[in-house]
């Protein structure tokens, strides 16, 4: 009686989980791919696009749910096969056994056990004509839209699109396809395609609507835009017109689109919608090493003074906290008005104080100026300024040393890398040229200074990384040159595993150490990435001073060489710990360490 008591009890338990069971619910099936004779490039595709093949990790479970992945699958199965030039497909859904296409949805199966996709790719087909007309001069047609090439669909997209293209880049916004002639011969395995392309009316910029919650004023927008009323309509043209509006930074987003339809009279109407950026923002940064101690930095900016998309830069700095120098630091402002002179040239003005507490010098200095910024292209701009320096020093040749000069720097930056906080490839090069004049005094000369950076990707996993500096002072004696312009080796910023500036020129009788009228550093890294965050470095750095205006073989010089740890934060760039020992030059001894945020170079 107890058995039969439990056996009911256990039925009774059946019956209430079958009765609470979700209606339509689905247990586990079975999924299954297979294409005989097809390439197996080919059958990855295809497995990789099917709603079906990919239902459970999707959560498609109930019979309602497959039965229509299935049926999906169709299309997207034949659109596989077409990109890839197959055009005379067979393809078979089934579940349990039973062809998905000529499932009625009011004949869904309860349950589904089994889902099995066959494809029978057929031949690949050629192309016998690959025709497209009119094309503008100049226009490249890729070449695997061509007779006897391999007949996809992407190829004729590509055609149809380098063809509008073509049209758009020479004078002719309103360029489109249109009519289309394919036609398959399945006997031959052949695709016969005719292209015709609209260009339509030659049309010049007309005038530019402004659209969008913006604090800037109209006409500095307008001025920035440089937009190119009644000249010939250019697409590069007008993505310069974004393009100077984002680059000042007061925008966090701008679009450009143009009218439908053309004016009477040739020209094209464009809209231009932007919204402001948050005005302001502040950050910190922090760089910290065994011998120079902590360095903490603060920026503040303000994107949009006097409602002109002026950008001003509030810089402050905190050097050498706990280090071996005493402690110093810099504060510098910097105004940028891009609406000043032109949409490509914006008028800026700069002001600094900074007390340098070095090892072998020390010095408080003011300095003033205004400059010019022509940005020529993404990549490459250039700053022409004229400053006012004056600096007291205390170092090698003296105390209480003073110094006034006309500073003229010309400086170009060219930066082709792919990720400016951590490169994997390309270039970076910083110039400058300065002469200086003196007064009161002062000696006068010419300052040259260069920075070249490159990156090159050894594999998927390793960066290899190179850096070259280089400085020369032409036409100053080295004693009559104020400290800051004089050049010293060792530290992060140089030659790592040797104390911060401690390679100069001794200077007798008593030997204290200046700076040199020359200085050359070169730097290697091989940087290899373990997992997806983190990577390994192993680097070496040279660096040469000489009190000539050029590095020889009897210049001073010194090296260090180390291991790294790179951890990636996104785009802040990687968490650095560099690990570095003396191993040329008298300069330095023993171990050096360096933390910071982002690449040493």
Known sequence: M???????????????????????????????????GSPEELQERLSGASAVMGAQNRGLTTPHELLAAAQSDYNTMVQVLYDEGYFSPVVNIRLNGR????IPPLDVPSSVSTIEITVTAGPQFKFGTAEIAPVAPGTEIPETYATGQTATTGAIRDAASAGVTGWRAVGYPKADVGDQNITANHVQARIDSQVALNPGPKLKFGNLRLEGDTEVREKSIRDIAGFPTGEVYDPDALQKVGTRLRRTGTFSSVSIREDEVPNPDGTLDFTATMEDNLPRRFSFGGELSSNEGLDLSFIWIHRNVMKRAAR???????RNIGGTEDIDGRIGVRLEQPDALGPDDSFFYVAEFERLNRTHYKVTRGLLGVGVRRTFSDNLYGELSLLYNYSKADDAFGDNRKFQYLFLPLRIEWDRRDDKVNAKRGFFLNTQFMPFAGLSGTDSGIQILADGRTYFPLGERIVLAGRLQAGSIIGASQQDVTPELLFFSGGAGSVRGQPYESLGIPVPPNGDIAGGKSYLAASLEVR???????SLVGFYDVGAVDADSFINNNSAMHAGAGLGVRYELGGFGPLRLDLAYPVDGSTGDG?????GIGQAF
Do not use: H
Not at 99 to 102: C, I, K, L, P
Not at 528 to 534: A, C, E, I, S
């Open 2 to 36: 107890r058995i039969w008591n439990d056996f009911g009890a256990s039925l009774r338990s059946f019956a209430l989980i079958c009765a609470l069971w979700p209606a339509g619910a689905a247990l586990a099936f079975e999924t299954s791919l297979t294409a005989p």
């Open 99 to 102: 062809e998905a296409a000529t």
């Open 312 to 318: 001003l830069r509030f810089e402050a700095s905190v």
């Open 528 to 534: 290899g990435k373990v997992t997806d965050k983190l």
């Open 591 to 595: 171990l050096q360490f360096y933390i």
